[in-house]
Structure formats: structure tokens, C-alpha cells
């Protein structure tokens, strides 16, 4: 499985930006699909994940009401919608894709392959 992340780049605070993961090499639709970004000095965190029907997501706190996880499975491509961006904000993003039972009511649990990351800079 390959996960090829794109859409980052420089946005003002309160604008916007959509981030999107293209899968290839396996069957899309097997996989909950997640995004987490990773500051400087900070460690890795989650953002938000989808389940493998698009039906369920799920948010960290800090970006509930700003950020839309959604997947379109006859494309093999996630997408993250950030809306309302803040410095706090700026990260390297990553798609994360994983296999394992997730009711999308928390965090994804696990993850079994990993994008390459893409820069998001939010300016105030």
C-alpha cells in the first residue's frame, strides 16, 4: 500500500485548505482512513479519522467545527477540509491508512501504513 499525500502549502489565518491522500496497492474500501500532523519540537497527534464506509468520523478537539475528514472510495482518495486555520495549526500532515475494527467513535487505534507527510503553514 502506498499513501501519496498532497494540498499543503500557505494560507493566511482563517483561511482554508484541503488536503488529499491517494491509495494505491490495495482495496481502498478494506481501510479506515486517518489524518495526524506533527509540529515542530512536537510529537505526532491525530486530527481525524473516517471509517471504511465514510459514515462515521472523528475529530481531536481542536479542530471540532473546522476540520471534514471525507473519503471517496471510487477514487482511492481521503480528503481533509480545514476550515478557519490558526497558527496553531501549522504541522506536517499525514494520512494514515489501517485495517483493524474502528467503530469511528475515538481515536484510530492503530495504523498500518503512513503517508509522506505534507507541510501546512498557517501565517497570522
Known amino acids: 500500500v502506498q499513501l501519496q499525500a498532497s494540498g499543503g502549502g500557505l494560507a493566511q489565518a482563517g483561511g482554508s485548505l484541503r488536503l488529499s491522500c491517494a491509495f494505491a496497492?490495495?482495496?481502498?474500501?478494506?481501510?479506515?482512513m486517518g489524518w495526524f500532523r506533527q509540529a515542530p519540537g512536537k510529537e505526532r497527534e491525530f486530527v481525524a479519522a473516517?471509517?471504511?464506509?465514510?459514515?462515521?468520523?472523528y475529530y481531536v478537539d481542536s479542530v471540532k467545527g473546522r476540520f471534514a475528514v471525507t473519503r471517496d472510495n471510487a477514487k482511492n482518495t481521503v480528503y481533509l477540509q480545514m476550515n478557519s486555520l490558526r497558527p496553531e495549526d501549522t504541522a506536517v500532515y499525514y494520512c494514515?491508512?489501517?485495517?483493524?475494527?474502528?467503530?469511528?467513535?475515538?481515536?484510530?487505534?492503530?495504523?498500518?501504513?503512513w503517508g509522506q507527510g505534507t507541510q501546512v503553514t498557517v501565517s497570522s
Open positions: 494514515a491508512a489501517d485495517q483493524l475494527y474502528y467503530d469511528g467513535k475515538t481515536y484510530l487505534p492503530s495504523v498500518d501504513y
Open positions: 496497492g490495495g482495496t481502498f474500501s478494506n481501510y479506515n
Open positions: 473516517i471509517t471504511r464506509d465514510g459514515v462515521r468520523t
